[in-house]
């Protein structure tokens, strides 16, 4: 899960995770994946349309009808979680014009990389036959989460992964990663830490990229001291400040350092273990953190 800045806004969506399930379809075929991004066409609809406008109930209106009435099923659970309507949306447009522009034609050009995504399921399949299929949903919301799953639908947040220099592709295959987990209600930091690693460590295998640069080149040059400063907190309560995407200025460094401890911890299992294809169905799957942490002789 990639969420920006909102710490309530991942809990409610680590919520969704367990209450949506079953609402919508799931392949094993990547070729029948549903892959949507008619949120992308609506959304720049409707922006457009807004630029005669000069009454705030006709740009309303546009926003609804164009964009939300036609919303996909993730669209519409990202507004479940994120508490928001088209008085939202049309703030967001007013107030960030020049972000949204900004990452306009990016966002258009993922509706062009359908085969593309297709080819990389295929691959997942290959390294994981088991490889289950939710829907994917490429939209557009409020700055607010760049992936994340509802239930059996993966929602990308287009406008978020662009404007941070985040590849759609790793983004996507880091979410499918998560709908394969066994363990999807982390308690713990370890939990957390292992469950984001993992789908991270899943997506760098499979694409070659990163969905978290900065915190990687961080974490590499400061490894020693961030596992010093975690390790005794492994098994306390979730602290959000290890998994946000936001900088600790206090201490002049990137956020979400806890997803690079977990793909570290992850990199060592699969070294240490001799039946390698057994140990990436076992990171995939990630049922027993905690397990995978004490075997990895991470250190």
Known sequence: MNVKRNVLF???CLLFVSITKGQDRVTTNPDS????TTDITNFWRAFDLLQN?????????????VFIDQASEGLKQYMKAANCDEKQFLDAIKRRKADYLAARENTIAVKDKKQLIIQYLKKFKRLYPALRIPTICYSIGKFEVGGTQFG?????GCEVDIMYHVYIIPQSIHELAHFQQKDQNPVTNLDLAMIE???EFVSYQLTGKRTIYHTWKYGIAHENHLWKEFQPKLDSAIHMKW????????????????????????????KSH?????????LIEMEN???????????
């Not at 406008?53 to 009808?65: C, E, G, T, Y």
């Not at 294809?277 to 076992?282: G, H, S």
């Not at 953190?289 to 250190?299: A, G, M, N, R």
């Open 10 to 12: 991942i809990l409610i």
């Open 33 to 36: 994946a549903s892959i949507i």
């Open 53 to 65: 406008q000069r009454k705030w109930a006709d740009s309303l209106k546009i926003v609804k009808l």
């Open 152 to 156: 059996n639908t993966l929602y990308i």
């Open 197 to 199: 690693g993992g789908a």
């Open 243 to 270: 998994f946000l995407d936001v900088p600790d200025k206090e201490k002049k460094r990137p956020g979400s350092l806890a997803y690079f401890i977990g793909f570290r911890i992850c990199e060592a299992y699969l």
């Open 274 to 282: 001799k039946n390698k294809k057994l140990a990436l169905r076992e």
């Open 289 to 299: 953190p905690k397990k995978i942490f004490l075997t990895s002789s991470y250190k």
